[in-house]
């Protein structure tokens, strides 16, 4: 032990509850001048007084008086708008759910399901389902064996009457007018040519060629004036035979478009007949397609749309207009008579709540707080 003396209490002597404030070594603060004076440790003090007199004046009032107003509120919610809020959940709203949930919805269900949906199912699968796919298989037969099938007998037939009677016949009527003009007309011409003109002309131009060695070209002069005539001769004689060639040449030209006009002609009557026969026979399929289809739609189709239409009006348009009474008759009453409740009830002290508590216990504290400087 030392003879020091202690500046804290021994450790029995210190506070249980309170912990011991830690020591702080403050550095001497030095002397002072005479007659001087320190303005900052009296206007801290009197500040901070104004500060507490100001928040024991209008601070605490307003602070009561929202603690005031917690705890009114705590009681009213306590003692009677829990218990309010519960009798009307008990008493009100719960057997109102119970009976629109057994009264209206669902009875609404039951007359849905029973009166409207099963109705309408049947009515959809008897009267218009089945019927639909009988009139479809009916009309993809009657399609089928009296459009289709005619159709392709039809085409066949005319397939097989413009290959028989129309392309054969052509290529035979080729075939025959190759062969008559090559026996006719060339194979004459070639002997003619070959028999009759070639002798005379080889023989006319040795002829000329000798006449022109030993008469023109030796005696050039006198033997061309004594030639001339025969020239001349020669070259009329040659004009007239290229006339007889040209004249033969344009009556075979004639003859042959005579019998190429006829046979286009005769081919053309045979295939606008035949086209006119072929267009009669469409027309004829469709107009019967059209009658029978018209037939269907009056005696099939037209009912059942009556019919269909008939339903709708007596069955689900009355059930639907039942419905709609009912609901403005139950369920719109009670919405009404709870929104007047709402509004009598809730709404007013809410509404007086707000004005007469909350918006003066706010403008107060924005007051205080904005005096104080806490708040701008």
Known sequence: ????????????????????????????????????????????????????????????????????????????????????????????????????????????????????????????????????????????WVARNLVWVPLVWLGRGVAWVARTLVRLPLVWLAYAFAGAVRTIL????????????????????????????????RPLRWLGVALAPAGRLLWRGVAVLAGAVGALLVALARAVRWVVVGLARGVWWLVVGFGRLVVAALVGAWRTAGWLLRWVYRLLLRPVGLGLRWLWRHTVRPLLSAIRWVWSVTVVPVARGLRAAWRATVAPAARWTRRAVLDPARVASREVLSALGLRR
């Open 1 to 140: 032990m030392t003879d020091r003396p202690t500046l804290c209490p021994p450790p029995a002597a210190r506070s249980i509850d309170r912990p011991a404030a830690p020591t702080v070594t403050l550095a001497a603060r030095a002397p002072s001048a005479v007659g001087t004076t320190e303005p900052d440790t009296v206007a801290l003090p009197l500040v901070a007084a104004v500060a507490r007199g100001v928040a024991l004046v209008f601070v605490l009032p307003v602070r009561l008086l929202w603690e005031l107003i917690a705890a009114a509120g705590r009681l009213l919610g306590r003692y009677l708008l829990t218990p309010v809020g519960r009798f009307l959940r008990d008493w009100l709203v719960a057997p109102l759910v119970w009976a629109l949930d057994r009264l209206v919805w669902r009875p609404l269900l039951w007359c849905a399901d029973h009166l409207l949906w099963r109705p309408l199912r049947w009515v959809a699968r008897n009267l218009v389902w089945v019927p639909l796919v009988w009139l479809g298989r009916g009309v993809a």
């Open 186 to 217: 060339w194979t004459p011409l070639v002997w003619l040519a070959r028999h009759g003109l070639r002798p005379p002309l080889v023989a006319l131009g040795r002829a000329l060629v000798w006449l022109a060695e030993h008469l023109v070209v």
